[in-house]
């Protein structure tokens, strides 16, 4: 069971990036999927969560209005859009994976209920 972050990238403040989260070996349809960002010297942080059915988003306050979470589970992928970046932006954004019934509107209160991880993707905001 594998998750796959790509995207990533060196952007200008004010740009766009979207990043995906592929998943192998499992049916994203029976995982929630949470996108995170780790900045440097700084602790992992929840930034958003796609529900299972993909119905159910939530974002952290910070980034409300400026990230978008979107899937595709016939594609088995998640994809994180960030749009007016800014340097405090940058960081490796990751994505995880939460065991949930299939086609559910739960998202996961806690990090720990994230079971799988992938390696992560590195974005860079700097002019």
């Known amino acids: 069971l594998q998750l796959a972050e790509s995207g990533g990238g060196l952007v200008q403040p004010g740009g766009s990036l979207r990043l995906s989260c592929t998943a192998s070996?499992?049916?994203?349809?029976?995982?929630?999927i949470g996108w995170f960002r780790q900045a440097p010297g700084k602790e992992r942080k929840e930034m958003g969560c796609s529900s299972s059915s993909g119905v159910n988003v939530q974002y952290d306050d910070a980034v409300k209005g400026r990230f978008t979470i979107s899937r595709d589970n016939a594609e088995n992928t998640v994809y994180l859009q960030i749009d007016s970046l800014r340097p405090e932006d940058t960081a490796v954004y990751y994505c995880a994976a939460a065991p949930a019934i299939r086609n559910s509107d739960w998202c996961p209160d806690y990090e720990p209920n994230y079971e799988f991880w992938g390696q992560g993707t590195q974005v860079i905001v700097s002019s």
């Open positions: 070996g499992f049916s994203s349809d029976y995982y929630a």
